[in-house]
């Protein structure tokens, strides 16, 4: 058993700590709170290839894989930056588009997501269905060489950022009545598309969407793998992926709290010694680090078994690393506010800004009730519950 990372992956970790190093969270939030993009980092760490490590070398990529894509996200938080697009754009789209696209569609959309210059979100949820994605709603109906999309989506991340949105829509192409889901590539300016912002208590340059489509005409060939039937397996790509980049993310996010918390407890004195030689302050800042060590593992076990693939132990593993990554993170933050006193809920301190985040990762992209249905279900051999 060998748990050292590749030197070229101890390499990619160290460089894009360093470029991440010269944003810092201060150019993340200021760009939140101004209404801004933190454009000139994507576009850095996509000139520098990390944002298609994972995409084949034929189109543009790295030839690497997801295990590639958590370093570079986790390295990208811990320098307090957690770049959710990163988890929209090169984990779930590109996995979609580099296994069930056509090779057309792989020509046109994966070189600019490899290079950074073109950002593809991803819309699953409706606001009706919720975590039940048996109820979505939101149709595709054939007439000659197009389809045309109804539906509603919510809190799609980035349509404002992005060209193209990958969307999930069901067909009635089997002819059997039961509609089943296939995947659309549509453009984010397609006349009878509308977007509604969603104001969200998060501090993120990247927001929140409710999506309208009312009779968006595609033509075919926006049709993932240029079949229906390649939808399911195509949205399933896709899950795993998307587990293990969010988890590896809070993984990052929680680094960086923990150590802005412990600069600060061994600096501040309040009577006489660094308030971090009190054990009410330094044990569970230790507690938080080792729930957030014992998360990594199991985030790069999770993107191990994926890059093997391994897909089904890798989808427990995933599931796994997204519960206990997104409690770590929570942890860690509320944590190294505490410990931060008053200064943890000040601007200056830049430990508050991680809350809503790191709370969301609780909730998205499954919640973790859900993740405990799955194991309860698929791990502990209990009857589906819900
Ligand atoms: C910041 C952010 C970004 C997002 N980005 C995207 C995006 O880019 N694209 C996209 O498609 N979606 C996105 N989402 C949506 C996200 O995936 C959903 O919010 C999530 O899947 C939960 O669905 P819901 O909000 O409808 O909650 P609901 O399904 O309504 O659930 C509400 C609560 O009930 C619990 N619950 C529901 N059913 C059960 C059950 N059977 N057993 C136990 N508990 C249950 C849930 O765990 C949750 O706590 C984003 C969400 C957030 C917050």
Same mark, same amino acid.
């Given at each position: 058993?060998?748990?050292?990372?590749?030197?070229?992956?101890?390499?990619?970790?160290?460089?894009?700590?360093?470029?991440?190093?010269?944003?810092?969270? #201060?150019?993340?939030?200021?760009?939140?709170?101004?209404?801004?993009?933190?454009?000139?980092?994507?576009?850095?760490?996509?000139?520098?290839?990390?944002?298609?490590?994972?995409?084949?070398?034929?189109?543009?990529?790295?030839?690497?894989?997801?295990?590639?894509?958590?370093?570079?996200?986790?390295?990208?938080?811990?320098?307090?930056?957690?770049?959710?697009?990163?988890?929209?754009?090169?984990?779930?789209?590109?996995?979609?588009?580099?296994?069930?696209?056509?090779?057309?569609?792989?020509?046109?959309?994966?070189?600019?997501?490899?290079?950074?210059?073109?950002?593809?979100?991803? +819309?699953?949820?409706?606001?009706?269905?919720?975590?039940?994605?048996?109820?979505?709603?939101?149709?595709?109906?054939?007439?000659?060489?197009?389809?045309?999309?109804?539906?509603?989506?919510?809190?799609?991340?980035?349509?404002?950022?992005?060209?193209?949105?990958?969307? %999930?829509?069901?067909?009635?192409?089997?002819?059997?009545?039961?509609? #089943?889901?296939?995947?659309?590539?549509?453009?984010?300016? *397609?006349?009878?598309?509308?977007? #509604?912002?969603?104001?969200?208590?998060? %501090?993120?340059?990247?927001?929140?969407?409710?999506?309208?489509?009312?009779?968006?005409?595609?033509?075919?060939?926006?049709?993932?793998?240029?079949?229906?039937?390649?939808?399911?397996? *195509?949205?399933?790509?896709?899950?795993?992926?998307?587990?293990?980049?969010?988890? +590896?993310?809070?993984?990052?996010?929680?680094?960086?709290?923990?150590?802005?918390?412990?600069?600060?407890?061994?600096?501040?004195?309040?009577?006489?010694?660094?308030?971090? #030689?009190?054990?009410?302050?330094? !044990?569970?800042?230790?507690?938080?680090?080792?729930?957030?060590?014992?998360?990594?593992?199991? %985030?790069?076990?999770?993107?191990?078994?994926?890059?093997?693939?391994?897909?089904?132990?890798?989808?427990?593993?995933?599931?796994?690393?997204?519960?206990?990554?997104?409690e770590a993170a929570a942890l860690a933050v509320d944590t190294a506010i505490q410990v931060h006193g008053g200064n943890g809920m000040t601007t200056e301190y830049g430990v508050a800004t991680l809350l809503g985040g790191t709370r969301a990762t609780r909730i998205a992209p499954v919640s973790r009730e859900m993740i405990l249905n799955f194991v *309860?279900? !698929?791990?502990?051999?209990?009857?589906?519950?819900?």
């Amino acid at each position: 058993m060998n748990f050292d990372e590749t030197p070229e992956q101890s390499q990619l970790r160290a460089a894009v700590a360093a470029m991440a190093a010269r944003y810092g969270h #201060s150019y993340y939030v200021s760009k939140a709170k101004s209404g801004g993009h933190t454009d000139e980092l994507w576009a850095e760490a996509g000139k520098l290839g990390y944002l298609g490590v994972n995409i084949p070398t034929e189109y543009g990529g790295g030839g690497g894989g997801i295990t590639d894509l958590a370093i570079v996200g986790e390295e990208l938080s811990a320098a307090g930056c957690p770049l959710l697009l990163i988890v929209v754009s090169p984990a779930i789209a590109a996995t979609i588009l580099a296994k069930h696209a056509t090779e057309a569609q792989k020509q046109k959309f994966l070189p600019g997501i490899a290079d950074g210059t073109m950002k593809i979100v991803f +819309a699953i949820t409706e606001p009706e269905a919720g975590s039940n994605s048996h109820r979505l709603a939101t149709t595709a109906r054939r007439d000659g060489d197009e389809w045309i999309l109804n539906g509603r989506k919510c809190f799609i991340s980035g349509v404002d950022e992005a060209p193209y949105v990958l969307v %999930v829509a069901r067909t009635d192409e089997g002819g059997t009545g039961r509609l #089943s889901p296939a995947l659309f590539i549509v453009p984010t300016d *397609a006349a009878g598309l509308t977007k #509604s912002k969603i104001d969200m208590e998060i %501090v993120s340059p990247e927001n929140q969407w409710l999506l309208y489509f009312d009779d968006v005409r595609v033509p075919h060939d926006a049709l993932i793998g240029g079949d229906p039937a390649a939808g399911l397996p *195509a949205l399933f790509s896709g899950l795993n992926p998307e587990r293990i980049t969010v988890a +590896a993310g809070a993984v990052g996010t929680a680094r960086y709290a923990l150590s802005r918390a412990a600069s600060y407890v061994s600096s501040r004195q309040v009577w006489g010694r660094p308030i971090g #030689s009190h054990q009410g302050v330094a !044990h569970p800042l230790a507690h938080a680090q080792i729930q957030v060590d014992l998360a990594r593992l199991m %985030v790069m076990k999770a993107a191990w078994l994926y890059d093997q693939g391994r897909d089904v132990e890798a989808g427990i593993a995933g599931n796994t690393a997204k519960y206990a990554a997104a409690e770590a993170a929570a942890l860690a933050v509320d944590t190294a506010i505490q410990v931060h006193g008053g200064n943890g809920m000040t601007t200056e301190y830049g430990v508050a800004t991680l809350l809503g985040g790191t709370r969301a990762t609780r909730i998205a992209p499954v919640s973790r009730e859900m993740i405990l249905n799955f194991v *309860a279900q !698929h791990v502990l051999g209990q009857a589906k519950s819900y």
